[in-house]
């Protein structure tokens, strides 16, 4: 699925490679030179991944990755290390700093969309295209189709993406805060009570396969997806 991603690279025709081969993948692509136009984006925007390059002019990658994983709106944001540097001690250093990959120049394109393809895959599965079941219910990210118990169900895109967040985390629970940031984008302002009125509408959807049950609400905190279906 399209993602932003932030490309913090200081070298203008490695960026402007990566830029295009993540654009061409569908992705929509935030570009830095240094540390300080990287966090004015991230204040702007908040990505859902950042390829940061260790030697960058003024403030050093690794310092940046120490920075956003000491801030709580980016803690969780996935870091994929850029470098030169190729010894075990450098990429121990960066995955200490936070990074949650760590790729060594020069590095195909195909090798660096694979590594992006599988962080997202661990950190937020939700901006992947894998296909999910869940006790019959069947959502497929690349056809926008929904099926449950073998039947097609109609939902609108807003519950898409809510019930794909749902899906690929389940049994946990999240406030109506995190669900805007996650679903919306922390950059979309719009009202807490918004996500009742899509819950609501999400478990409207899923009634006539039964799986309405599976979005629960949890007294004072929020909503949470259950992958075991309760009885009626």
């Known amino acids: 699925m399209s993602s932003t991603i932030l490309v913090v690279e200081d070298e203008p025709a490695i960026q402007e490679l990566i830029a ?29 991944l950042i390829l940061l390059d260790w030697m960058l002019p003024g403030t050093s990658g690794l310092s940046l990755a120490r920075k956003l ?12 290390m850029l470098t030169a540097k190729g010894s075990e001690q450098d990429k121990v250093d960066g995955l200490e700093a ?20 599988a962080v997202l895959r661990r950190r937020a599965p939700q901006l992947t295209d894998d296909v999910i079941d869940v006790a ?7 056809t926008h189709r ?34 805007l940031d996650q679903v919306w984008g922390d950059h979309v302002f719009v009202e807490e009570r918004t996500v009742d009125v899509h819950i609501r509408r999400l478990r409207k959807a899923l009634e006539p396969s ?7 609400t949890v007294r004072g905190s929020g909503y949470r997806f259950t992958a075991q279906l309760p009885a009626r």
């Open 210 to 216: 039964g799986h309405d049950l599976h979005v629960e």
């Open 98 to 117: 936070g990074a949650d990959d760590y790729i060594t120049k020069p590095f195909s394109p195909k090798e660096l969309m694979a590594r992006i393809k």
């Open 146 to 179: 929904l099926n449950g118990s073998g039947h097609s169900l109609q939902i609108g895109p807003t519950e898409f993406r809510l019930l794909h967040f749902f899906m690929t985390h389940p049994e946990r629970v999240f406030s109506r805060s995190q669900l």
């Open 20 to 48: 295009v081969n993540l654009s061409f993948a569908g992705h929509k692509v935030l570009r830095a030179f240094d540390a300080d136009q990287a966090q004015t984006l991230i204040r702007a925007e908040l990505p859902d």
């Open 136 to 142: 019959g219910l069947r959502l497929d990210p690349v």
């Open 69 to 80: 994983r000491n801030e709580e709106r980016t803690r969780t944001v996935p870091v994929i």
